[in-house]
Structures are given as structure tokens and as C-alpha cells.
């Protein structure tokens, strides 16, 4: 009987020992690893919100200075490849690269940036809302770098965008012109139907909406 307790007094010890050596050093490693990966996202956060920051000033001066808003938006550009080099896997650094490249007329660019933000495990990194908003953007690049081969591509954008996204009537405007443009009259009267339930005041899907009546 003795033997056991003595047993068991040992194993007892052996444990405590064991959890003191944890709680000494492994929340140590642990932590400096946390420590670190807060430090890159808290830099790549940094940078995100600087390229923002500069997309939303080269449009507000884009009709003051031309020359000053593309320097502007060529900051942002930087500052997103610099968060990007931070957190690649993280979808925002990608779809503000191609902000900034739409907006310095880089299509092409821009819509690789945006397949690059929507692809998995990255795309994982948005919530719903973002990743519908996302689908409109480069669903309009698409049919703005070539219309006439990405159209369907466009569409299925669009289709999946219309759940999802925070500005639905943007996303069922676009997708009416998409059928417009294929001469699907019914889907795309639909549509701008839909975006005008959405928002009685939007011009384009009005606009698009008298256009498909004449057809």
C-alpha cells in the first residue's frame, strides 16, 4: 500500500513538474510567435489603411489635378504591394492593388489583382458583403478589358454578387447590361427592374432599363 502511494506521490510530482516546465517556456515560445504575427498584421494593417487613404485622395483631387491624383494613386499602389508582401494571404491588400490600378486605367493589372483577392484559401479572409463587392468590380473589368469573350464569365460574377453583395443594385444594373449586351431582352429588363426596386433613384439601371424597351 505504501509502495502505491509512494507511486503515485512520484507520479504526482512528475506532473507538476512537467506543467511548470510548460508554463515557463512554451507560453514563452508561444507568445513571441503571437507577438510577432501581430507585429506584421499590425504593419500590414498600417499600410492598407495609408493606401486607402491615398485612393480616396487621388479621387477627390482627380477633377482638381490630374497629375496630382495619379501620384496619389500610385502611393496607394505601393502601399498595397507593401501590405501584400506582409499578409498575402489576406484578399483587402489585393483588392486595394487593384483599385489602384483601375483607377491608373491598368485593366488587365487590376482584374489579375482581383482573380488573385477571390481565389481560395485567400478569398476565406472576406465576409460575404465584401467578397459580393468584389465580384461586381471585377465582373465590370472583365466586360471593360473584353467584352465579348469574358461576358458569360461576367455574368456568373454577377449572379453569385446579387446574394451577396452590400450594394446589390450596382450588381443587378451590371448584370443587366451583361444581358444587354448578349440581346437577352427579358433577363436583362429583369434586372434593371430589380436594381430600380432596390433604388428607385438609380439613373443607370433607368437608363439601361429604357434602352432594353426599345430593343
Not at 479572409?125 to 469574358?150: Q, T
Not at 455574368?155 to 448584370?175: M, N, P, Q, T
Amino acid at each position: 500500500m505504501a509502495i502505491t502511494d509512494l507511486a503515485v506521490q512520484g507520479a504526482i510530482l512528475i506532473l507538476a513538474l512537467a506543467i511548470f516546465v510548460a508554463i515557463q517556456y512554451f507560453p514563452k515560445q508561444a507568445l513571441n510567435k503571437i507577438r510577432s504575427k501581430n507585429r506584421t498584421n499590425l504593419q500590414s494593417n498600417r499600410h492598407f489603411i495609408q493606401g486607402t487613404h491615398f485612393l480616396s485622395r487621388a479621387k477627390s483631387t482627380q477633377k482638381k489635378s490630374q497629375t496630382q491624383s495619379q501620384i496619389l494613386a500610385k502611393n496607394a499602389l505601393v502601399e498595397a504591394e507593401s501590405a501584400i508582401s506582409l499578409s498575402p494571404r489576406d484578399s483587402a491588400p489585393f483588392i486595394l492593388k487593384a483599385l489602384a490600378l483601375d483607377f491608373l486605367d491598368h485593366k488587365g493589372s487590376a482584374l489579375k489583382a482581383l482573380d488573385l483577392a477571390l481565389s481560395s484559401p485567400r478569398v476565406k479572409s472576406l465576409e460575404d458583403r465584401e467578397r459580393g463587392d468584389a465580384l461586381v468590380k471585377r465582373a465590370e473589368l472583365k466586360m471593360a478589358v473584353n467584352r465579348k469573350r469574358r461576358v458569360d464569365s461576367a455574368i456568373e460574377d454577377l449572379k453569385e454578387a446579387v446574394k451577396l453583395s452590400g450594394d446589390r443594385e450596382r450588381a443587378f444594373s451590371a448584370l443587366g447590361q451583361c444581358y444587354e449586351w448578349k440581346g437577352m431582352k427579358e433577363e436583362a429588363q429583369s434586372a434593371f427592374q430589380e436594381a430600380l426596386r432596390i433604388q428607385t433613384q438609380s439613373v443607370e439601371a433607368r437608363t439601361g432599363l429604357d434602352r432594353v424597351r426599345l430593343l
